[in-house]
T-cell receptor, first 120, second 107 residues
Framework: QVQLQESGPGLVKPSETLSLTCTVS????????WSWIRQPPGKGLEWIGY???????KHNPSLESRVTISVDTSKNQFSLKLSSVTAADTAVYYC??????????????WGQGTLITVSS | DTQMTQSPSSVSASVGDRVTITCRAS??????LAWYHQKPGKAPKLLIS???TLQSGVPSRFSGSGSGTFFTLTISSLQPEDFATYYC?????????FGQGTKVEIK
């Protein structure tokens, strides 16, 4: 059974960089696309971006150039960095796997999510 | 961006009721449409992909249909575990986008 687990600090100061890691267990990170999705408290879902195990990435233009997604296949992990954060970036952040080994396939496995609060 | 609009925003229903949720795309997305449901404090769970393909382990009371710009999710006989918020998502064009959600509540 594939499992995903997000990890990172729960509190980030405004203007700083949010850093999260997703650790994949029960399966290999190879051969799949992996995404980050976020959900502000009480609101809907927003796709942040994805990475292929080979390192190819795509991200949401709404986040401009603040997003960096990377992968470490040796650790079966992928990571998110979001720079220059503001209170608007406060959200539950999820990592997820695209099913069917295609970038356009929806997410069949999700992490439990981690709440990131941006506050001084 | 492709805007996804769900209707209704919320619905009150009883166990055993038939419930239909619609999702409309601002431009054609073929059948690149998925449905999820989400319970409070939990991650979303994939129910349907490619507009109508039921995921393994998902009860057959769930069904999806549509193509192009109009899609529906139907729960044929609502069960207690189905009370949740439902989201559609398009993966036809970047950025992938979700509907705003439909909350299915107990009447």
């Amino acid at each position: 059974q594939v499992q995903l687990q997000e990890s990172g600090p729960g509190l980030v100061k405004p203007s700083e960089t949010l850093s999260l890691t997703c650790t994949v267990s029960g399966g290999s990170i190879s051969g799949y696309y992996w995404s980050w999705i976020r959900q502000p408290p009480g609101k809907g879902l927003e796709w942040i971006g994805y990475i292929y195990y080979s390192g190819t990435t795509k991200h949401n233009p709404s986040l401009e150039s603040r997003v960096t997604i990377s992968v470490d296949t040796s650790k079966n992990q992928f990571s998110l960095k979001l720079s220059s954060v503001t209170a608007a970036d406060t959200a539950v952040y999820y990592c997820a796997r695209h099913g069917s080994r295609a970038s356009s396939s929806p997410y069949d496995y999700w992490g439990q999510g981690t709440l990131i609060t941006v506050s001084s | 961006d492709t805007q996804m609009t769900q209707s209704p925003s919320s619905v009150s229903a009883s166990v055993g009721d038939r419930v239909t949720i619609t999702c409309r795309a601002s431009q054609g997305i073929d059948n690149w449409l998925a449905w999820y449901h989400q319970k409070p404090g939990k991650a979303p769970k994939l129910l349907i992909s490619s507009a109508s393909t039921l995921q393994s382990g998902v009860p057959s009371r769930f069904s999806g249909s549509g193509s192009g710009t109009f899609f529906t999710l139907t729960i044929s006989s609502l069960q207690p575990e189905d009370f949740a918020t439902y989201y559609c998502q398009q993966t036809n064009s970047f950025p992938w986008t979700f509907g705003q959600g439909t909350k299915v509540e107990i009447k």
